[in-house]
């Protein structure tokens, strides 16, 4: 989401839509509550089966800078739409109309 913020704030997407942030863009209108940021965080390892297949996610110890996602050595474009067969490859095929991925 914070690449999508930061993408949004570098397309002007506010001023070509003539939104002024009036009320969300002035804290003394709208408090937003900050924090001094972490420098360090313990590692989270959470374990799951589904079916036969255990399930180990790990998060933490993360860092992120949206708008250097955004710079242009970053960013490809793709002409031919080679992307496109890798995500139907990656995509569950097998799943019914009102079900999840993970279910």
């Not at 949206?66 to 031919?80: F, G």
């Amino acid at each position: 989401m914070s690449i999508a913020a930061a993408y949004i704030q570098q397309q002007d997407f506010y001023g070509q839509a003539q939104w002024s942030l009036a009320t969300f863009g002035d804290e003394s209108q709208f408090a937003v509550e900050t924090h001094t940021a972490p420098q360090q965080v313990e590692t989270a390892v959470n374990a799951v089966w589904k079916g036969s297949n255990l399930l180990t996610p790990i998060g933490g110890g993360i860092h992120v800078q949206p708008r250097v996602a955004l710079n242009s050595d970053r960013m490809v474009k793709e002409a031919d739409g080679a992307s496109d067969a890798v995500k139907q490859l990656a995509a569950p095929g097998d799943l019914n109309a009102d079900q999840w991925w993970w279910d």
